[in-house]
């Protein structure tokens, strides 16, 4: 890999990673004006996940661990495909509804680093890593891909389970058999 492509992916892995390392530390920790644990449990309660615990626990180890394995280039296709599942259920489960633009709650800004995540999940963390420092070599495309399916599969499965009951519209007869 040349310099420039390694010192490019640096740059990238260190301002996407780190960016949702600390979005991740807003839910976990409360830091950064954030909700804290406590609140995002109840929020994703009342967003019907459950167990909440496993659901919470993702979400955390996809934004934090995520985003530091992505950061450092460490165990990177892991990392990759830990943004890209935390962000497929942010996207369709919280900002879908309100459309593209992100000031009015919308899914632009998980939409990109959704995609980063792929980029950097199919190409490698660069030369410029704890991977490449290690000598970790990983099959990039191979374990990110299996991955990535992985978690869009724990994804569809938490959308399914957490969305909200029909309810008949009012007026309507119930009779009982």
Same mark, same amino acid.
């Given at each position: 890999?040349?310099?420039?492509? %390694?010192?490019?992916?640096?740059?990238?892995?260190? +301002?996407?990673?780190?960016?949702?390392?600390?979005?991740?530390?807003?839910? =976990?920790?409360?830091?950064?004006?954030?909700?804290?644990?406590?609140?995002?449990?109840?929020?994703? !309660?009342?967003?019907?996940?459950?167990?909440?615990?496993?659901?919470? %626990?993702?979400?955390?180890?996809?934004? +934090?661990?995520?985003?530091?394995?992505?950061?450092?280039? #460490?165990?990177?296709?892991? @990392?990759?495909?830990?943004?890209?599942?935390?962000?497929?259920?942010?996207?369709?489960?919280?900002?879908?509804?309100?459309?593209?633009? +992100? *000031?009015?709650? @919308? $899914? !632009? $800004?998980? =939409?990109?680093?959704?995609?980063? *995540?792929?980029?950097? /999940?199919?190409?490698?963390? /660069?030369? $410029?890593?704890?991977?490449?420092?290690?000598?970790?070599?990983? %099959? !990039?495309?191979?374990?990110?891909?299996?991955?990535?399916?992985?978690?869009? #599969?724990?994804?569809?499965?938490?959308?399914?389970?957490?969305?909200?009951?029909?309810?008949?519209?009012? @007026?309507?007869? %119930?009779?009982?058999?």
């Amino acid at each position: 890999m040349t310099v420039t492509i %390694s010192i490019a992916l640096l740059i990238l892995r260190l +301002v996407v990673g780190l960016t949702l390392a600390v979005h991740g530390t807003q839910k =976990l920790f409360g830091w950064f004006a954030g909700p804290g644990l406590a609140r995002l449990m109840q929020g994703f !309660e009342q967003q019907g996940f459950k167990p909440v615990w496993l659901w919470v %626990s993702f979400v955390i180890l996809g934004e +934090v661990g995520g985003g530091l394995s992505v950061a450092l280039g #460490f165990l990177t296709p892991l @990392g990759a495909a830990g943004i890209f599942g935390a962000m497929f259920m942010a996207t369709f489960k919280s900002h879908w509804k309100n459309g593209f633009i +992100v *000031s009015r709650g @919308g $899914y !632009e $800004y998980t =939409l990109v680093l959704m995609s980063v *995540s792929i980029v950097i /999940g199919l190409i490698g963390p /660069g030369s $410029y890593s704890l991977d490449a420092l290690f000598g970790i070599v990983l %099959s !990039e495309v191979l374990l990110f891909g299996a991955l990535a399916v992985a978690a869009l #599969f724990v994804d569809v499965i938490g959308l399914l389970i957490s969305r909200k009951a029909s309810v008949a519209p009012s @007026g309507s007869v %119930s009779r009982a058999s």
